[in-house]
């Protein structure tokens, strides 16, 4: 999958300006499904997340990430080419969880993708550090202990709009306005696990 044609990614609330992920990036299988959306989902949304149940988090998100997986994951684009079409199918099979097309009758996209975001949320609880303690450390970490994500550094106060879109890349972590010295110098942008140096 292409890294660079993950900016879309911001648009998750609103439906107005998605624009459609290339072929090549949709995933065929949970394992790069997961991995995609763990280091593109905000932070925020999955803090939320991990505040309600499975079928919450799907309710909640029907007309935000999933729409966006409907749009980007399973409408996609519409070819010829055999190779994309594959991608597509095999990309639908697995947001069904499996399910051939015939045993769900008529395949449902609104189905497939609320039974794909319950799927996501057990993966977000079995990793979300999101509450666990702040771990110390000498400096930064490369990779969090966690979970293996890019460790990145906490900005505190109002963020410019050069942070908020640093953020959006994973670059930085956005604390919020109040700078309080005991507050995590360096969070994963992942699964949240908070770090903060020995002082
Ligand atoms: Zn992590």
């Not at 450390?137 to 979970?147: A, E, G, I, L, T």
């Not at 306005?177 to 949240?192: E, H, M, R």
Request: contains cysteine.
């Amino acid at each position: 999958m292409k890294e660079k044609e993950f900016d879309q990614f911001e648009e998750f609330d609103e439906s107005e300006g998605f624009e459609v992920v290339a072929p090549e990036c949709v995933p065929v299988t949970e394992t790069e499904a997961f991995e995609y959306l763990d280091n593109h989902v905000p932070l925020e949304l999955k803090r939320e997340a991990v505040q309600m149940t499975g079928k919450e988090f799907a309710s909640d998100q029907h007309f935000g990430l999933g729409m966006w997986i409907r749009n980007n994951w399973i409408y996609g684009v519409d070819s010829d080419d055999p190779d994309v079409k594959q991608r597509y199918r095999q990309c639908r099979d697995m947001l069904a969880g499996g399910k051939a097309e015939d045993e769900l009758m008529m395949f449902n996209a609104d189905m497939a993708s609320s039974d794909f975001l319950e799927r996501y949320h057990d993966h977000l609880m079995s990793f979300a550090a999101f509450d666990a303690p702040v771990i110390s450390v000498r400096r930064k970490p490369v990779k969090c202990r966690h979970c293996g994500g890019k460790v990145a550094p906490v900005l505190y106060g109002e963020p410019s709009p050069e942070m908020m879109e640093a953020a959006d890349r994973g670059e930085v972590v956005l604390g919020g306005c109040c700078i309080s010295a005991d507050g995590p110098d360096y969070q994963c942008p992942v699964c949240g696990q908070r770090y903060a140096k020995d002082r």
